[in-house]
């Protein structure tokens, strides 16, 4: 018993230091703030945080650590323009102070001016007024395009267009479905669109809509979606950025363009959901998975005929990416930094992923069934 006892209190004695010791580490752990960042930073009306976060930090979605220990900021993701960025150090950690340009309380302050968005609103407004993905119950509940009186095959903004339903909400996206992709047994609709619309009128069965911008042909059947205020959804244009879990690892199902590969700025669906513990603002790293090299009588190849590989090269970072808006099982995520073309077979990791240990490829494969 005394042995049992005694070998008990040294593993918890064990457990202890390593824990404080990994504490520490986190604790002392300093950012890298780029070399001729400016000291100050006055924000002007077009900044993003992301743009800001640029200044200082070569991985921008970093910038909360900035903030964290600065008193005077109760919500360091809003800020203004006019605001004073102060950048100093406090026991070895860069911290970002900030002075409002005018004292105002938090309320009246958010009334009086727009907050800097986290990216361009160009860039996640479109995703947050509008659905581009949803299920296969909504998709055969929503309205359809009946086509105008004149009958003709293809409708432009010149005639009133006709959908199904008496529907009462003033503004309209109309959609072509693209692509189906699937997540085990969940199945998700991914829409184009092509066309917004106002209301004109509607009666019992059947609205009338006045087109006021398309991209192209409306046609019979296609999907009728009503807009909706970003104050409707649990959505903002000022989250800040933040790692997907640390475990995480997700799959590019396709490109809401339909491309097969994309760079920065553009939009793709992930298979990563709220369900994944995934919000607005998480982070994914995008890696190109390492290839194998053969030998074959002294000549390298890709091309195998040994059945044994002689290299396997490691994977290499080549950009990031930031989900805009979650859905349950899937996600909208915009590639915020590409440094190459990012395929559909890149891997997407959490930032804080162990880097000491290589993600293989069957474990990244096997993320994505």
């Known amino acids: 018993m005394t042995r049992v006892y005694h070998f008990l209190i040294m593993f918890l004695f064990s457990a202890f230091m390593m824990l404080s010791m990994s504490v520490f580490a986190n604790q002392t752990q300093s950012l890298t703030i780029k070399e001729g960042a400016p000291k100050t930073y006055t924000v002007v009306k077009g900044d993003t945080l992301w743009d800001i976060s640029e200044l200082y930090l070569d991985s921008p979605w970093l910038w909360p650590k900035l903030w964290k220990n600065n008193p005077d900021i109760n919500n360091p993701h809003?800020?203004?323009?006019?605001?004073?960025?102060?950048?100093?150090w406090v026991n070895g950690q860069p911290v970002l102070?900030?002075?409002?340009?005018?004292?105002l309380s938090p309320?009246?302050?958010?009334?009086d001016k727009h907050a800097v968005p986290t990216i361009k609103e160009g860039l996640l407004v479109p995703y947050l007024q509008s659905d581009r993905l949803i299920n296969l119950d909504t998709?055969?509940?929503?309205?359809?395009?009946?086509?105008?009186?004149?009958?003709?095959?293809?409708?432009?903004?010149?005639?009133?267009?006709?959908?199904?339903?008496?529907?009462?909400?003033?503004?309209?996206?109309?959609?072509?479905?693209?692509?189906?992709?699937?997540?085990?047994?969940?199945?998700?609709?991914?829409l184009k669109r092509i066309?917004?619309?106002?209301?004109?009128?509607?009666?019992?069965d059947i609205t009338r809509l006045q087109v006021i911008n398309q991209e192209q042909e409306i046609w019979l059947n296609d999907i009728a979606l009503p807009d909706v205020s970003i104050d409707e959804i649990e959505l903002t244009t000022t989250f800040y950025p933040s790692p997907s879990p640390a475990d995480s690892q997700a799959k590019i199902l396709g490109a809401l363009n339909g491309s097969q590969y994309s760079v920065k700025n553009q939009v793709v669906i992930i298979n990563k959901g709220s369900e994944d513990a995934l919000s607005q603002g998480s982070m994914y790293s995008l890696l190109q998975s390492?290839?194998?090299?053969?030998?074959?009588?002294?000549?390298?190849?890709?091309?195998?005929?040994?059945?044994?590989?002689?290299?396997?090269?490691?994977?290499?970072?080549?950009?990031?990416?930031?989900?805009?808006?979650?859905?349950?099982?899937?996600?909208l995520a915009l590639i915020t930094v590409s440094d190459a073309p990012i395929g559909h077979d890149a891997l997407l990791i959490s930032p804080d992923h162990d880097k000491s240990g290589d993600l293989s490829l069957s474990d990244a494969n096997h993320s994505g069934s």
Do not use: C
């Not at 102070?97 to 004292?103: E, T």
């Open 290 to 331: 390492g290839v194998s090299v053969y030998n074959h009588q002294g000549q390298f190849s890709y091309e195998d005929s040994t059945g044994k590989a002689e290299y396997q090269l490691p994977n290499t970072q080549v950009g990031s990416l930031m989900v805009i808006r979650p859905y349950r099982y899937f996600s």
């Open 78 to 88: 809003l800020i203004y323009p006019g605001d004073r960025l102060t950048l100093y």
């Open 107 to 111: 309320k009246v302050r958010v009334l």
């Open 195 to 204: 066309a917004s619309a106002k209301l004109r009128e509607s009666e019992p």
């Open 139 to 190: 998709l055969n509940a929503s309205s359809k395009v009946l086509g105008a009186s004149s009958g003709k095959q293809y409708l432009t903004s010149e005639e009133s267009l006709f959908i199904s339903g008496d529907e009462r909400d003033p503004h309209w996206g109309i959609y072509r479905v693209a692509q189906e992709y699937q997540r085990d047994d969940k199945v998700i609709v991914a």
């Open 97 to 103: 102070s900030l002075k409002p340009m005018v004292k």
